[in-house]
């Protein structure tokens, strides 16, 4: 064992894999509906609001809010239990949205879904902090977060073929299976480690929460990357739908090109900054913030002049950049993040953050852009959508400002 009861480099590795692989469903199961969009919007007779909303708030609401009390169980008991359990709940309100008959149903099968990734992230954020000595924990965390870019490319690809080929009930039910097979085989490769504190002690809650509203870069992290996912969800959800009304795209085309946006673009993105935040941050911490400011802030005109090309060959060109540089955030700001409190309150701290961070990223980017939609609609006609897009991307202009004041405080807050 090394410090902080770090395992050795093979042992580390296979643990982060399967990780990976988790959390690749994760984003896999939530990001799957955004290609499925249009379909389901005519099979259950909504309207942007509500397929926005069945994007975002459905899911979001108890996926936020149940974070905190299940990291707090897996502080206090064990992390590799959490989230297995979290998979099996995950996967199998994945296969139940296939039989949603209407939007009442696909809303509680949604809620669903968020139950069950609630146990997921907060902590495996966690143990790859145990697994990792400091100085490579922003590459590790930047290589689990490689389950978004993967995730969200398999969704779309997948869930694209499936529904024009087969139909969409079928794409769901596909990846829920494949997730409740996967669950298994994670319980018997990943172990805990053993902590500073003994598993099952005791953590007040409140004391975690006092920790962290006392230190102000916490806020200003966490309200930033709120921003930057508020923008980035909603993007993502309609970019696909997008795609089909603005540039006559099909269902398999469109998952075409967002996956291999992601694909490119996501990953280069997330690697680089995981890269950068262990490098730069290693001189100074304020560059665990700073780097996200950067590139959200040189995002931003990219991306809103992509929306509005009216050729896909451009769009995609002007997209390549700015999709790079919108996940640069997650290693350098996660690991920082896991900083802000001592060893044995991480997974707590990591499910403050994401409460933050997805109440306001997934529960109103995708309702937020889609009522946008709808209000822009007698302006703008058929292509109303793409203009609430571009509305929507300047929010990583607030998130870039938000980082960059995070960057001047946050050495005083971090916790070695």
Known sequence: ???????????????????????????????????????????????????????????????????????????????????????????VFTALCGAAQNFTQMFLFRLGVGVGEAGGVAPSYALIADYYPPEQRARALSIYSLGIPLGAAAGVLLGGYIAQNVEWRTAFLTVGLLGLLIAPVFRLVVRDLPRPVPSKAQIPVGQVFAILAAKPSFWLLAFGAGAGSMCGYGVAFWLPSLMQLSFGFTLVQSGQFIGALLLTGGIAGILLGGWLGDRLGARDRKYYALIPALAYLAGTPLFIAGVLAQSWVAAFALFLVPQALVYIWLGPVLTAVQHLVPAHMRATASASFLLINNLIGLGLGSWAIGGLADAFKPSFGGEA????????????????VLMLAASKRLAKDWVD
């Open 385 to 400: 959508l793409r203009y609430a897009i571009a509305a929507g991307l300047c929010l990583y202009l607030v998130a870039g």
């Open 1 to 91: 064992m090394t410090e902080s009861g770090t395992r050795p480099a093979p042992r580390r590795s296979l643990v982060l894999a399967m990780l990976l692989l988790v959390y690749t469903f994760n984003f896999l199961d939530r990001q799957i509906l955004s290609i499925l969009a249009q379909p389901v919007k005519k099979a259950l007779e909504l309207d942007n609001a509500q397929l926005g909303m069945l994007g975002g708030l459905a899911f979001a609401v108890l996926y936020s809010t149940l974070a905190i009390p299940l990291a707090l169980i897996a502080d206090r008991t064990s992390r590799t239990w959490v989230i297995t359990l979290s998979l099996g709940v995950w996967s």
